[in-house]
Structure formats: structure tokens, C-alpha cells
């Protein structure tokens, strides 16, 4: 029961974290236009070793620092994004605006994200089916 219970915590804080990339890649898109708006997106990977207190050697996005939050903690809706650990996204080109906004990379993290919270969910609910599977009763079937 042990094993499932860390299972769902692991996912469900996954989720969480999917969420919330989201979230910052829908503001990215939405400020493609604003003069000199700074893109920001999450290393996901790190924040989700801090998120379930996993330690890992280095991070896999290259060029940014480690992330700022607690171990065991996702900070959403905090309002600061020194607490998220957002970076800057590096600009793939320069622009007379200063807006740092690749449309063609937001949509493909967009895509690549949205396609991996699927996932995730998926996953969670094969584990509760297979959780309500264990319980049943031989002659339920």
C-alpha cells in the first residue's frame, strides 16, 4: 500500500508541476507581442526532484541556476517567481522590441507539455484501477 500511496504522490506532484508549466508557457504565448517581455519557463525535471525531496546531479537545462524552492514543497500561485524557480528562456534571435517570445519553440514546449500532463494522468489512472482491481473480491469478477 506503501508503494502505491508514494506512486500517486509522485504523480500527483507531477501533475501539479505540468500544471503550472502550463501556465507559464499560455503567458509566454500571450505576451508574444508585449515590447520587451522576458519568456520564462521552468526546468521541470529539477523542480520535480525538489518537489519529492530526490537529490540529482545537476540540472538539464543548460545555462540556468538551480531552482529556489524547499524540498517536499510546489509553490503555485505564489506570485514569485523567484519561489517557482522560472528562468529566462534564452532568445533564439534578437528583436527591435526586446520581447525574448519564440512562437515556434512556445508552441512545441506547449505541445510537448500538454501531451506529457496526458501522460501523467494516464498513469494515475492506471493506478487507481489497479488499486480498485486489488481490492475486489474474487467473485466480483
Same mark, same amino acid.
Given at each position: 500500500?506503501?508503494?502505491?500511496? #508514494?506512486?500517486?504522490?509522485?504523480?500527483?506532484?507531477?501533475?501539479?508541476?505540468?500544471?503550472?508549466?502550463q501556465r507559464i508557457i499560455?503567458?509566454?504565448?500571450? #505576451?508574444?507581442?508585449?515590447?520587451?517581455?522576458?519568456?520564462?519557463?521552468?526546468?521541470?525535471?529539477?523542480?520535480?526532484?525538489?518537489?519529492?525531496?530526490? %537529490?540529482?546531479? *545537476?540540472?538539464?537545462?543548460? *545555462?540556468? *541556476? %538551480?531552482?529556489?524552492?524547499?524540498?517536499?514543497?510546489?509553490?503555485? *500561485?505564489?506570485? @514569485?517567481?523567484?519561489?517557482?524557480?522560472? $528562468?529566462?528562456?534564452?532568445?533564439? %534571435?534578437?528583436?527591435?522590441? @526586446?520581447?525574448?517570445?519564440?512562437?515556434?519553440?512556445?508552441?512545441?514546449s506547449f505541445v510537448e507539455?500538454?501531451?506529457?500532463?496526458?501522460?501523467?494522468?494516464?498513469?494515475?489512472?492506471?493506478?487507481?484501477?489497479?488499486?480498485?482491481?486489488?481490492? $475486489?473480491?474474487?467473485?466480483?469478477?
Amino acid at each position: 500500500m506503501n508503494r502505491m500511496t #508514494n506512486s500517486l504522490d509522485f504523480q500527483a506532484q507531477a501533475l501539479t508541476l505540468r500544471a503550472e508549466r502550463q501556465r507559464i508557457i499560455a503567458g509566454n504565448i500571450a #505576451n508574444a507581442d508585449t515590447p520587451g517581455y522576458v519568456a520564462r519557463d521552468m526546468d521541470f525535471a529539477a523542480a520535480l526532484r525538489e518537489a519529492t525531496g530526490t %537529490q540529482a546531479a *545537476g540540472s538539464t537545462m543548460t *545555462g540556468m *541556476g %538551480q531552482m529556489g524552492t524547499s524540498s517536499g514543497q510546489i509553490p503555485i *500561485g505564489t506570485g @514569485s517567481t523567484a519561489e517557482l524557480g522560472l $528562468k529566462y528562456a534564452a532568445p533564439s %534571435q534578437t528583436s527591435l522590441d @526586446s520581447n525574448t517570445v519564440d512562437m515556434d519553440r512556445e508552441r512545441a514546449s506547449f505541445v510537448e507539455n500538454s501531451v506529457k500532463y496526458e501522460a501523467t494522468l494516464r498513469f494515475i489512472n492506471t493506478d487507481v484501477r489497479t488499486m480498485l482491481d486489488a481490492m $475486489k473480491s474474487p467473485s466480483q469478477g
